[in-house]
């Protein structure tokens, strides 16, 4: 990011916060960094988010449709050359662990689907670190 001298947002929704606090962990994230929402609750996505409602009743909090959406808003929401979100169910109490990954470029928005198992702390941090993996592949593109 600072050696293409661009700026990053973050929405995440189960991971509560776990991609900002790495960012923040390293030297000069001011410079790249504009910021993030915990947007845990669905009322949080739409309220302060501006998640279409109908988005999310169509096709539930847990796709690729809302992480877009999520990915956008934030994007706008700070002003930044990309957004990333996250959505899903960590575990192991809602079933599967299906979650998602959005990405909001400066060009296009998109979005991958993953089940990492249904270990909560196993599913959160390899979230975090495909999120970076996924960003970073986007990043050396340009």
Known sequence: LIKNNSTISLAESFTGGKISDSLVSIAGASTFFKGCVVCYSTESKINTLKVNIDLIEKYSVVSSQVVESMAVETKKMFNSDYGLATTGNAGPNKGDSTIFIGIA???????FEFNFGNSRERVTNKAVNKSFELLLKE????
């Open 139 to 142: 990043l050396l593109k340009n």
């Open 105 to 111: 470029t400066p060009k296009e928005v998109f979005s």
